[in-house]
């Protein structure tokens, strides 16, 4: 079992900053693959980034691409997202998850964690 805790959320002005932290625990994860994901009232959990443990590889949705920065810190299993110029539409929950597989597809993601609100004002 994977256990996975987000902090960091909240409100923030359009153009801020916010950093989204997730702390893992429980099974090995090295050779697993962490993502972020969101989900705005009324519409789909989305694909925002995702990472891999085991060698850092990166991908971004192309609606944070360039704003957003995913990373991670192996020692304390956790996995973070920096997110900079935020804009009103990046409101929404945003959750953690745990892959077995390399993926955007939140169906394939096994654990996930209980979510994180950002709102950001216009």
């Known amino acids: 079992q994977v256990h996975l805790v987000e902090s960091g959320g909240g409100l923030v002005q359009a153009g801020g900053s916010l950093r989204l932290s997730c702390a893992a625990s429980?099974?090995?994860?090295?050779?697993?693959?962490m993502g972020w994901f969101r989900q705005a009232p009324g519409k789909e959990r989305e694909f925002v980034a995702r990472?891999?443990?085991?060698?850092?590889?990166?991908n971004y949705a192309d609606s944070v691409k360039g704003r957003f920065t995913i990373s991670r810190d192996n020692a304390k299993n956790m996995v973070s997202l920096q997110m900079n110029s935020l804009k009103s539409e990046d409101t929404a929950v945003y959750y953690c998850?745990?892959?077995?597989?390399?993926?955007?597809?939140?169906?394939?993601?096994?654990?996930w964690g209980q979510g994180t609100q950002v709102t950001v004002s216009s």
């Open positions: 429980g099974r090995t994860i090295s050779g697993s693959y």
């Open positions: 990472i891999s443990w085991r060698n850092g590889a990166t």
């Open positions: 998850a745990r892959s077995s597989q390399w993926s955007t597809y939140s169906r394939l993601y096994e654990y």
